[in-house]
């Protein structure tokens, strides 16, 4: 019989309300709040404001994608408090997670964990604790050891990846994600989509994981159902937070696979939202990895049904959720796309996928 294993050491709270149990994890700790300054976050802000001491520091110049430069700017406006911070408290989506892990792994200096990025040097010393408030239902940041971190200048995405960055505490509520607009909510929850299903046909899917990926993406399908025609259900909402939790709990162990490689040329050149970048192709992807494992396969069939209608089925979903399917729609030429998919599968994602290059349907324009 064949061995595995699955870890994730992040104390987790899920439910309504939950965001008011930030306090007792902050405790007496010096803290740092890293968040966004839009209007959205303001009521947030001051909820958990109100209910603990001050923090040490704010950083909310936090921007989409989290690139070398606006790092470079964050950790200079937080150099003369950096040495006292105690643990980090990121109130935000996948963003804010990636900039806090940034922060923590260098304890606020930029030069450090850029050179470590760049291979130049290790990185010494625990990062500091991380507690993950999500605001958004999708990026599952709030429960994995790794954060990405984009180069534009020099068109790279590069990856932090430590033990130590896991959260230490994750605090998941629904209500939080109440007042997401639809292309927030979609673009988060089919992120959260693409790492359950890239956890299925992945040669680090085991059951425990494979049975937390089958549960979100029913989760994440229904859900995003239901908010399409209604933005207020608020059942739906915590349907969605579940999903992307589960889908987090997956993946943290798998890591993901073809689909997140085709993604990161696809935001970095062409400016599509991560979750529709990863989510696009799925059908096409799944089509490569149907027959590759009987475990995947199984999994696959429980979601969507008899296989050999798998990929249409999903096709329908996302068409009917305004997702395009062919890489023009993004403004991808066939040349282009081509080239994408082939560097996706020798990159270290694709190395993950069990499915094979020649299965991979072509839907691109010559």
């Not at 089958?214 to 859900?223: N, Q, T, W």
Request: net charge negative; hydrophobic share 45%; aromatic share 8%.
């Amino acid at each position: 019989m064949r061995q595995w294993s699955f870890h994730n050491p992040v104390a987790l709270h899920f439910g309504a309300g939950v965001f008011d149990r930030v306090k007792e994890q902050i405790g007496q700790r010096q803290w740092l709040l890293v968040t966004h300054k839009d209007a959205p976050f303001a009521p947030m802000r001051d909820r958990l404001l109100g209910h603990v001491h001050p923090p040490l520091a704010i950083a909310d110049a936090i921007m989409p994608n989290p690139s070398l430069a606006m790092l470079q700017h964050v950790c200079g406006l937080l150099q003369a408090r950096a040495e006292g911070i105690d643990v980090i408290v990121a109130l935000g989506g996948g963003s804010v997670m990636d900039t806090a892990k940034f922060l923590a792994a260098g304890h606020c200096d930029f030069r450090s964990v850029a050179c470590y990025l760049d291979g130049q040097v290790a990185l010494g010393g625990r990062a500091l604790p991380v507690i993950a408030v999500p605001t958004t239902a999708g990026t599952g940041s709030e429960l994995t050891k790794w954060a990405t971190i984009w180069d534009p200048e020099q068109g790279r995405k590069l990856s932090l990846n430590r033990d130590d960055l896991y959260a230490e505490a994750a605090f998941i509520d629904p209500e939080l994600t109440a007042s997401l607009p639809w292309p927030l909510t979609l673009a988060s929850g089919l992120d959260a989509l693409s790492h359950a299903l890239e956890s299925l046909w992945n040669r680090n899917a085991n059951p425990i994981t494979r049975s937390f990926a089958i549960a979100a993406a029913g989760d994440v399908l229904a859900a995003l159902t239901r908010l399409q025609v209604n933005l207020d259900d608020q059942d739906a909402r915590s349907m969605l937070a579940s999903g992307a939790m589960k889908a987090g709990l997956a993946f943290s162990n798998t890591q993901t696979a073809l689909a997140h490689n085709i993604s990161y040329p696809i935001t970095l050149d062409y400016g599509v939202a991560h979750g529709i970048a990863c989510s696009f192709c799925l059908p096409e992807v799944m089509a490569a990895a149907i027959g590759a494992d009987d475990a995947c396969d199984t999994a696959l069939g429980s979601i969507f049904g008899a296989l050999s209608q798998a990929p249409q089925a999903l096709r329908r979903r996302l068409t009917d959720l305004g997702i395009a399917g062919d890489p023009a729609a993004f403004g991808i030429g066939g040349e282009a796309w081509r080239g994408i998919v082939a560097d996706a599968f020798d990159g270290p994602r694709g190395r993950n996928f069990i499915g094979a290059r020649d299965r991979f349907p072509d839907r691109s324009v010559a």
